[in-house]
C-alpha cells in the first residue's frame, strides 16, 4: 500500500507543491509587516544563472548567492532536478499545463517528443552570458526564478489584492504591470499549445542545469531487453527527452514519470544495468551558437553607445538608497522585483525605458506612487545580488560620525505651478512633511498683493540642495495631483560622481 | 449536377411553426422592455452612496470636576491615570460594553524619543483605563502620513496597545467612509471607518510645532480622521482645523506634553527639537486644552487664528482664568 502511494512521482509532487507554496509564502512575508528575518530572496540565491551570470560580470559570489552551489552540486550528481522539483517557474508551468491541456495518448507522445526547437533556450544561454561577461547583465530578463519573482511582485500578487485588500493595506500599483502581467500570462497560455514551452524551449536556466547535466552520476535508464516500444513513456514526459529511445540526457528533468508510466518496469533511476540503452549527448548547433555569441558582441557596444542611464544620467532614472553605481548596477541588477514587493510606500517600480533598454524593469522611484520612506532601509536587505547594498538606518541618514547622509536625487521647485509662489494659496504641505532636521524644504514670509489689491501674508517655500535627500515625499505629497509643483530628479545622488551640481557639497 | 453538400434543412410542423413565431415575437417583447425600463439620459447610472455625519461621542455635561486636569511627573501611566481620576474617572466617559476608539497621533515614521508621535506609554496607560471601565473593545486607529505599518510599529503604540490589551485597526482605502462635516471649508469627506463603529471617541494628541498652522495638539490631530486629497486642508488650514473641531466631539481629550517638539514640526527627527515637560492634560473642552497645551511651545491663545474661531462658535472657552484648572503631582 504505502509502495503503491509513495511512488517516485508522488514524492516529486510532495516536493513541488512544497517548493510552489515555499516560493508563494516567502514572497508574501516580504514586507514590512511580515518579515522577521526570514530568508526572503532564498530562490534568487538557489539560482546558478544569477550567481553564474552575475560572477561573470563582477566577478564575486555574493553572499547567499552561494547557495546555488548546492543546486550546481546536486545537478551533477542526480540531473536536472531543479526544474520539475523546486523550480517555482517550471512548476506553474506544469501545474496550469495538465489542467488545460488534455491530450490523446498519441498527441501526448507526439508533443513529448525531443524538438530541434529545444536547442533555442542553449542559444539563449550563450547570449546572456556572453553580454555578462561584457557587463550587461540582462539574464534576468528570462531566467525563471527573477521573471516569476517580478510577474508575481508586479501583476499577480496585487491583481489577487484588488477590491479585497487582503494582502496590501494600500493597492500597489505598477509602471507596466499589465505588460508583465501579460507577458506571464502569455507564457503560460503557451503551454496549450507545448507542454513546458517555457522550461524546454526558452529557459536559459535549464539550458545551464542541461550543462551541468550532461553525465550524472544517477540518470534514468531504459532497458533494451525488457522494452517493447509502446511509447507510453511519453505520456507524462516533463522535459520532452525520449526516454523511450537513446534519452536526451541534458533535456531530462529526473520527473520520474516514465518510470510510473511503463507497462514493463523497463526504465529505473540509478546507476546504469548491462542491458541499459546508450544515450544521446547535448544537442546543439556549433553555427548557431557562435551567431549568438556574436549577437552578444554586436549587441553589447550598441547598448553602451545610446543615450541611457549606463552612459548618461537619466533625470527619471533614480534609484534606491544604497544603490551602486550606474554602470556596476547594471552589472548587478537582476529586475527580479524583490525591492518593489518590500517596498512599503510603493515606491519602487519596474523602469519601462526610462533607463534605456539595459534598464528594462530595473528598480527606479516614481514618487507619484510613494516616495522613499525616511528611516526605511529594507531594498537593500532584501537585495540578493547587491544592486541596492544593504544601509543600516545610521549610515542612509548620515548619522554616523564622518559620515553624509545617502542622496538618491535632490527636488526642485516648479514655481509656474506651486500654489503658493504661481497662485498666492496657502500651502506648504512639502515643508511640513520633509524629513529631515532641519528641514530641506524652508520657507520665506512674503507680503504679496493680490488682483483686488488686498496684501496677504503668505509662505513660499524653498530647497537647500545640501539638506535634501531626495526621498520625493514633497512630490508625493503635493497637492498639485497630476504633475507635482516639487519634483525630485537624479540630479546630486551619492552614488554618482557625474551626476552632480553644486561645487561644494 | 446536384451538389455534393446535400444535406437538407428538416421541413417543420404547423405546430413548430407557432412555438417559434411565439417565442420570436417573446424574445422582441423583452428587448423592447429591457430598453423601456433602462432607457435614460444619463450616461452612466449611479446609486446614491449614503453620507453619514459624525455622531456627538460626549457624556452629559457634569460641573463637580474641573475643566482641566493638568498633571506634572516621571511615569506615564501614573500621570494618565492620576489626571483622569481628578475628572471624575474613566467610568465618567466610558460605560460597559463600549466600543471606544483612541486617535493618538501616530502620524509619523518616529521613535517615540523623537516626539512626533504620541508617547506610547500614554496610549497603553489609556487603553488600560478603558478596559478596567469595562468598555467591549478599544481600538487605536489614525490615517497616518508615512507608511502606516512602519509608524505604529516604530512609534512603539502598537506594541503598548496590544499589550495592554488594545487593538490596532488600519483603514484601507476602500474602507473609508463619505461624511458630511457641514464645516465652511470641509464639506463631504472619505473618513476612517472605526468613527462611525465606535461608541465613544478619546483624542490623545502629543504637543508639536507646526509651520503652517504653528501648533498641533488636539484640534489638529482630528485631522487624522481624514482620508483622501486632505493635503488641501492646508489652503485654509484655521477654518480647517475649525471645521474638524466643530463637527468631531471626542468624549475626553489626553493631551500629551511629556515630550515637545519644539522645532522642524510636525516630523522632528532630531533629539535637539524636544525638550522635556512631562506633562498630562485631560478634559472635554478641545479648546481649553489646546490653549494650555500651547504654553509648550511658547505660543498665546491670540497667536492663533483656529482657536478664536472655535471659541467663537460655542466649542469650548481660550480663557483659562473662567475656568477651574486642577494642577498636580505625581
Redesign the interface.
Known sequence: MIRKILTLRNVRRIYAAFFLLLFIILLWLTSFNRMKGYETPLFLELDPLVAIASFLTSWTVYKGLALSLFVIIGTLLVGRFFCSWVCPMGIVNQVIGSLFARMRAVDAAELNSYRVLYRLKYYVLALFLVLAAFGSLQVGLLDPIPFVTRSFTTSVFPAANYGRSWLYLKQPLFNGGTLLGLIFLGVIFATRFLPRFWCRVLCPLGALLGLFSRKPLLRIWRDVDLCTDCKKCLGHCHGGCNPHSELRITECHVCMNCIEDCPENAIHYGLPKPSSSAQMPLDVSRRRLIESVLTGVVLFPVMRSTFASGTSPQYRVIRPPGSITEKDFLRRCIKCGQCMKVCPTNVIQPALLEAGFEGLWTPILINRIGYCEYNCVLCGHICPTGAIKPLTVEQKLGKSSGQRQVKIGTAFFDRGRCLPWAMNTDCIVCEEVCPTSPKAIWFQTFDVQLRNGMTKVLKRPFIDPTLCNGCGICENKCPIRDHAAVRVTSIGETRSSLNQMILKS | MPSKNNKREPQISRRQFLLRAASTCGLAAATSVWGYVFYSKEPVRRSDTKILTFKDYRTGENNVYPHLAVVHGKDAEKMVRAAIDRIGGMGRFVSANDKVLLKPNAAW??QPEQAANTNPAVVGAIVKLCIEARASEVWVTDVS??????CF??SGIEDATKRAGGKIK?A????FVLTDLKGESLKVWPVSPFYHKADKLINIPVVKH???SKCTIAMKNLYGSLGG?R??L????NTSIADLATAIRPTLTVIDATRVLR??G?????LS?VSIENTVIAGVDLVAAETYGIRFLDLKAEDIPFIAIAEKRGIGTSDLKLLNVAEIEV
Open positions: 515614521d518616529r502620513v508615512n507608511d502606516p505599518y512602519r510599529a516604530r488600519l484601507s482605502e476602500n474602507d507646526h509651520s503652517l486629497q493635503n488641501r492646508h489652503q485654509d488650514i522645532r522642524n510636525p516630523t522632528g527627527g532630531n527639537d
